[in-house]
């Protein structure tokens, strides 16, 4: 009988969990250098809290099921509605804001696999929640480049537009909801053929030729701070989006003062989920082709969704394995560190109880040590010792051991040194 790993999962050995902890490490850094503290939530949620956010049509994309009880559950597709819910339940009446909180985890959709897309999958986000706009914006912003960058990403390229400015002109127009979210659905999708056919086909979403033109040029506004000048002459005779873009203004001058210098204004950044109120971003590393965005994020008002007082909230997702992409494509292969400090020998039968006394004292002083378990002949022991690149081998020998000493080899140099065994931890801790 066969057993193979589920479709879409992947199994990850020694080397490559290594990599991955070591980015991981590197990431929480950063998150908690900007004051953000680590949340863990559960894997599974109750299916009513990503169907109330993302509508029924989710459940397709859902591991989900019933549990004993009859109880409808998921596994997490993402952690930003959890993290709304344990906000709710857990910090609403008795934090101070700004809440900032950070989180790692695997979530899971039941979506086609393909290169860059899993089943399972990992992200690394945050929130920020009551923080004022768009000084929280500008923060998390920087934040998520910063990040980005410390994994030694450097050609990550931040797309920055702000929502409120097509809904303003949606409200204008007097578009309904249900429209609007199909419209924003195919300007998501990053698709112009499809949004004209949408927009000017023989049966167009919406009704309005003057509305649709706009819609059409807006969204085909990408570059630097200069192309706010052709945003304001677009909207000019149209009040309702002009806050949002004096918003998207004042952000761009919080990005020069947090050093933010990556970003591109790019009006066609639509985040198409009803939920993302006003400055929104994904993140693009060119090198990755089809499967080039690493991040997405923005403004939002879920904790209203769910039942709790309006609060200002921002946030984003890595997606952790998207990152180990780029990180393989565009950096140079660092040699991992050796994953032992030390190798313990016992090159005889009545030495062994003596050389795992040794191998326990040292852990015990958060030296990283293995010892011989196998009865490998002192030869073998050496070849192995060379195989998995340990800097030190202690020796343990009958002869030392009768003067209470050991033989400290590097493995480096070729020297050795015999040691008294009650001073062989500080003797390891200083070389």
Same mark, same amino acid.
């Given at each position: 009988?066969?057993?193979?790993?589920?479709?879409?999962?992947?199994?990850?050995?020694?080397?490559?969990?290594?990599?991955?902890?070591?980015?991981?490490?590197?990431?929480?850094?950063?998150?908690?250098?900007?004051?953000?503290?680590?949340?863990?939530?559960?894997?599974?949620?109750?299916?009513?809290?990503?169907?109330?956010?993302?509508?029924?049509?989710?459940?397709?994309?859902?591991?989900?099921?019933?549990?004993?009880?009859?109880?409808?559950?998921?596994?997490?597709?993402?952690?930003?509605?959890?993290?709304?819910?344990?906000?709710?339940?857990?910090?609403?009446?008795?934090?101070?804001?700004?809440?900032?909180?950070?989180?790692?985890?695997?979530?899971?959709?039941?979506?086609?696999?393909?290169?860059?897309?899993?089943?399972?999958?990992?992200?690394?986000?945050?929130?920020?929640?009551?923080?004022?706009?768009?000084?929280?914006?500008?923060?998390?912003?920087?934040?998520?480049?910063?990040?980005?960058?410390?994994?030694?990403?450097?050609?990550?390229?931040?797309?920055?537009?702000?929502?409120?400015?097509?809904?303003?002109?949606?409200?204008?127009?007097?578009?309904?909801?249900?429209?609007?979210?199909?419209?924003?659905? *195919?300007?998501?999708?990053? !698709? #112009? &053929?499809? =949004?004209?056919?949408? %927009?000017?086909?023989?049966?167009?979403? $919406?009704?309005? @030729?003057?509305?649709?033109?706009?819609?059409?040029?807006?969204?085909?506004?990408?570059?630097?701070?200069?192309?706010?000048?052709?945003?304001?002459?677009?909207?000019?005779?149209?009040?309702?989006?002009?806050?949002?873009?004096?918003?998207?203004?004042?952000?761009?001058?919080?990005?020069?003062?947090?050093?933010?210098?990556?970003?591109?204004?790019?009006?066609?950044?639509?985040?198409?989920?009803?939920?993302?109120?006003?400055?929104?971003?994904?993140?693009?590393?060119?090198?990755?082709?089809?499967?080039?965005?690493?991040?997405?994020?923005?403004?939002?008002?879920?904790?209203?969704?769910?039942?709790?007082?309006?609060?200002?909230?921002?946030?984003?997702?890595?997606?952790?394995?998207?990152?180990?992409?780029? *990180?393989?494509?565009?950096? !140079? #292969? &660092?040699? =991992?560190?050796?994953? %032992?400090?030390?190798?313990?020998?016992? $090159?005889?039968? @009545?030495?062994?109880?003596?050389?795992?006394?040794?191998?326990?004292?040292?852990?015990?002083?958060?030296?990283?040590?293995?010892?011989?378990?196998?009865?490998?002949?002192?030869?073998?022991?050496?070849?192995?010792?060379?195989?998995?690149?340990?800097?030190?081998?202690?020796?343990?020998?009958?002869?030392?051991?009768?003067?209470?000493?050991?033989?400290?080899?590097?493995?480096?140099?070729?020297?050795?040194?015999?040691?008294?065994?009650?001073?062989?931890?500080?003797?390891?801790?200083?070389?």
């Amino acid at each position: 009988m066969e057993f193979t790993r589920p479709r879409g999962t992947r199994d990850f050995l020694f080397e490559e969990m290594r990599e991955r902890k070591q980015a991981e490490s590197t990431l929480r850094k950063v998150f908690e250098s900007y004051g953000y503290q680590e949340i863990k939530t559960p894997l599974f949620e109750e299916l009513k809290l990503f169907t109330t956010k993302s509508g029924e049509e989710i459940v397709d994309q859902l591991y989900n099921f019933k549990d004993k009880s009859d109880r409808d559950l998921t596994l997490r597709p993402e952690i930003t509605a959890p993290v709304a819910r344990l906000y709710l339940n857990e910090l609403e009446k008795t934090s101070s804001k700004p809440i900032k909180l950070y989180y790692y985890g695997s979530c899971f959709r039941y979506e086609r696999p393909q290169k860059g897309r899993f089943r399972q999958f990992w992200q690394f986000g945050c929130e920020l929640i009551g923080a004022k706009t768009p000084q929280g914006e500008a923060e998390v912003i920087a934040l998520c480049s910063d990040a980005i960058q410390s994994l030694g990403i450097t050609t990550a390229d931040v797309n920055i537009n702000h929502l409120g400015i097509i809904r303003g002109l949606f409200k204008h127009f007097e578009i309904s909801t249900e429209t609007q979210r199909e419209i924003m659905v *195919v300007i998501d999708k990053g !698709d #112009k &053929e499809l =949004l004209i056919e949408s %927009l000017s086909g023989d049966e167009p979403v $919406i009704d309005n @030729d003057e509305l649709n033109q706009i819609l059409l040029k807006l969204i085909d506004l990408v570059g630097d701070k200069s192309i706010i000048a052709d945003v304001e002459e677009l909207i000019a005779p149209y009040d309702e989006p002009k806050e949002s873009l004096e918003e998207l203004k004042e952000l761009i001058e919080l990005l020069e003062a947090f050093k933010v210098s990556n970003y591109t204004l790019n009006l066609g950044v639509a985040r198409g989920l009803d939920y993302y109120t006003g400055i929104v971003f994904e993140i693009y590393v060119p090198e990755l082709g089809a499967q080039k965005q690493i991040c997405g994020g923005g403004s939002y008002s879920l904790v209203k969704i769910f039942g709790g007082q309006e609060v200002e909230s921002t946030g984003f997702a890595l997606g952790f394995d998207r990152l180990m992409n780029a *990180v393989e494509e565009l950096t !140079d #292969k &660092e040699e =991992l560190p050796p994953y %032992l400090d030390v190798y313990v020998a016992p $090159i005889s039968k @009545d030495v062994r109880l003596k050389a795992f006394e040794i191998t326990q004292d040292l852990r015990k002083h958060g030296i990283k040590v293995d010892v011989d378990l196998n009865a490998k002949k002192f030869k073998k022991l050496m070849n192995y010792a060379d195989k998995i690149k340990v800097p030190k081998m202690v020796i343990i020998g009958e002869k030392d051991l009768e003067e209470n000493k050991v033989t400290v080899k590097d493995m480096i140099s070729g020297t050795q040194e015999l040691v008294d065994i009650e001073n062989i931890a500080d003797y390891l801790k200083e070389e």
